[in-house]
């Protein structure tokens, strides 16, 4: 089992950048692909990024490419998910999730959740 804890979170100005951070409990972190999602209010919960257990293969939605890089520490149990260029439409909840398998964007195939931090982006 795992348990997730994500920070990082808060409100910028567009073009801003902040780094969110997702701790993560137990000793088998490194075995676990790591992805973000976010939920924006009045919308579904929608995949981000997502790193494969090591960190040698990343996925990006389409638009946060180029903007957005998820990166993992598994020294310390912690995926990043460093967002730069921040627009008001990547204002959401976003949330840490893990499982044991290959990357995803399909929310149902992880099996551990954050509890979410909020973004807040304004014009």
């Known amino acids: 089992q795992v348990q997730l804890v994500e920070s990082g979170g808060g409100l910028v100005q567009a073009g801003d950048s902040l780094r969110l951070s997702c701790a993560a409990s137990?000793?088998?972190?490194?075995?676990?692909?790591m992805a973000w999602f976010r939920q924006a209010p009045g919308k579904e919960r929608e995949f981000v990024a997502a790193i494969s257990p090591r960190g040698g293969g990343k996925s990006y939605t389409d638009s946060v490419k180029g903007r957005f890089t998820i990166s993992r520490d598994n020294a310390k149990n912690t995926v990043y998910l460093q967002m730069n260029s921040l627009k008001p439409e990547d204002t959401a909840v976003y949330y840490c999730a893990g499982h044991i398998g290959a990357r995803s964007d399909y929310e149902g195939a992880y099996a551990y959740w954050g509890q979410g931090t909020q973004v807040t982006v304004s014009s």
């Open positions: 137990g000793r088998t972190f490194s075995i676990y692909t």
